[in-house]
């Protein structure tokens, strides 16, 4: 099993539908979880931080389930500009090293 | 006032040829990371410095040296280069090593090899 795993997509949704990707990790104990976004040939963005208790920033929302070992991130009333792939990434926090360790990530078109 | 900058953002070159890319950080974070981002858009992490120490060497050609002379800075050479070095190489920074905190990325530096 990879340690962290996406649906490459692409998901198709028109203007204004919500969405939402998952992304499952193997390590029970990881610590730290991030959601990124990347343009086609940009660097990846932060996008947000995952938090424990879950957390909204306008349209998005991230959300934890660690005993099912995923993390969504659901976007909603979609823009035309959110047209990106969205990356998952983990902290595995294995002792002694720290790693981030990056989903392929998720394709999103939004549609006109 | 660019956060973590990456010089060149493109490189053409031949095989068999030695280039270095440069990182440099202006967040006062710790550590710092190189990653490779080949055509089927895999971000994989090469290697990761905190404090001009090598925290992190993942399983990468020795052709490939990283170099750290202060924090704010973390330098690549690849010597005798290879058509599969292709990639977009990408310069990230973070406040510690513990990963608690979010990594900060450069604009990446397009390699072709010839």
Redesign the interface.
């Known amino acids: 099993r990879k340690e962290v795993e996406q649906d490459p997509g692409p998901f198709n949704v028109p203007e204004g539908a919500t969405v939402a990707f998952n992304c499952t990790y193997s390590n029970s104990a990881s610590?730290?979880f991030?959601w990124y976004r990347q343009d086609c040939?940009?660097?990846?963005?932060?996008l947000m931080?995952v938090y424990s208790s879950g957390n909204e920033d306008g349209r998005f929302t991230a959300q934890l389930n660690r005993a099912s070992q995923y993390i969504s991130l659901l976007i909603r009333d979609s823009k035309l500009s959110d047209s990106a792939?969205y990356?998952c990434?983990v902290?595995p926090?294995t002792s002694g090293?720290?790693?981030?360790i990056?989903g392929?990530?998720t394709r999103l078109k939004v549609l006109a | 006032d660019t956060a973590v900058s990456q010089t060149p953002k493109y490189l053409v070159t031949q095989m068999g040829n030695d280039k270095s890319i440069k990182c440099e950080q202006n967040l006062g974070h710790d550590t710092m990371?190189w990653y490779k981002q080949d055509s089927?858009?895999?971000?994989?992490?090469m290697f990761?410095y905190n404090n001009k120490e090598l925290?992190?060497n993942e399983t990468v050609p020795n052709r490939f040296s990283p170099k750290s002379p202060d924090k704010a800075h973390l330098n690549l050479h690849i010597n005798s280069l290879e058509l599969g070095d292709s990639a977009?190489y990408?310069c990230a920074s973070?406040q510690d090593?513990?990963?608690?905190?979010?990594?900060?990325?450069?604009?990446?530096t397009?390699l072709s090899i010839l």
């Open positions: 610590q730290s991030f040939r940009k660097e990846p963005k932060l931080s792939t990356l990434v902290n926090t090293t720290y790693k981030y990056f392929t990530g | 990371y089927k858009k895999f971000l994989k992490i990761s925290i992190i977009v990408f973070s090593r513990r990963g608690r905190q979010p990594q900060h990325f450069g604009d990446g397009r």
